[in-house]
């Protein structure tokens, strides 16, 4: 096993429309955050055994990861793993629970510096060992977060279907806003399911609702891509309308999140919505001028 130096960066995600329901089998639509990132370095030194992990985040689940691919790389592989000896430096602008990806970010950019060493041949062998590691952090997860941060584009995805790309460079200007909760993914699946077992009609209907917002979201992104920049905002605004309409059945729009959904509106936001899991994180809002190249 070749531990050589390596290095590479990764972007956080977030989420337009498609959350939950994707666990059920609808498509969601995810995209590479614009701003927000992670940085793997490793550093070689063969002086020295041991490997040495700096990260401002927590070096222990980096550690415990690792670990984690060395037992069960012995135990499904029959194939001994020789830990990397020397420095391990991890650098996140991610915050950790807010709905940004920060645990797939990492989880890529890991498979991706065990691709070598462990023959992870194709993007198909890395996403399905870069899921694998995700499951540590959050239990079964659909494997959207880990899609959508490799492709490093705007991407369709269903967990039967798989990422598809978009396709789509221009985006109209959407913002992130921080809600100051913060909730385990875990945790927010676990009420959504609870809601299902409570009220499964209901449920049903939602998931319905979230797959047509996802529908609507792609349709919106396309139809602003082209140039239809018209068509393409109101099919967005009806999107992230009607997803957050989801979060809110779902009872996943704390107070705190509500007042700067409101606070957002009142300052022009076309539309706002939660991203990602729910329970607190960020808001994603969207509004009428200005574009951004994805
Ligand atoms: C998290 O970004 C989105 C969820 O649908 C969970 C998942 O897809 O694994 C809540």
């Not at 990260?55 to 980096?62: F, L, N």
């Not at 460079?169 to 913060?182: E, V």
């Amino acid at each position: 096993m070749n531990w050589e130096r390596f290095s590479c960066s990764v972007p956080g995600k977030w989420v337009l429309a498609g959350e939950h329901a994707v666990l059920r089998g609808a498509s969601a639509v995810a995209l590479p955050h614009p701003e927000l990132g992670l940085k793997l370095r490793f550093e070689p030194d063969r002086s020295r055994s041991g490997l040495r992990i700096d990260s401002a985040g927590d070096s222990a689940a980096v550690r415990e990861l690792i670990e984690s691919v060395r037992e069960s790389w012995g135990e499904e592989q029959g194939r001994s793993f020789e830990m990397p000896s020397g420095t391990l430096t991890i650098q996140s602008t991610i915050p950790i629970g807010a709905g940004l990806g920060s645990s797939a970010a990492l989880c890529v950019a890991m498979t991706r510096w065990f691709a070598e060493p462990l023959r992870l041949l194709d993007a198909r062998e890395q996403g399905e060992f870069a899921t694998r590691l995700e499951h540590r952090f959050h239990g079964r997860s659909s494997g959207m977060d880990i899609a959508v941060i490799s492709a490093g584009e705007p991407i369709s995805f269903g967990m039967t279907l798989g990422p598809k790309s978009l396709g789509v460079r221009r985006l109209p200007r959407f913002t992130f806003h921080d809600t100051g909760l913060r909730a385990r993914t875990s945790e927010c699946v676990y009420r959504v399911e609870k809601f299902r077992e409570e009220e499964p009609t209901a449920a049903m209907r939602i998931d319905e609702a979230m797959a047509e917002a996802s529908r609507l979201a792609m349709e919106g992104l396309i139809a602003y891509d082209r140039g239809d920049r018209g068509q393409g905002v109101e099919k967005l605004v009806r999107s992230m309308n009607q997803a957050q309409e989801c979060f809110y059945s779902w009872r996943l729009v704390p107070g705190d999140a509500q007042r700067l959904e409101y606070e957002l509106r009142k300052r022009g936001a076309l539309a706002c919505k939660i991203t990602g899991a729910g329970g607190g994180g960020m808001l994603v809002a969207l509004w009428k001028h200005g574009n951004s190249d994805s």
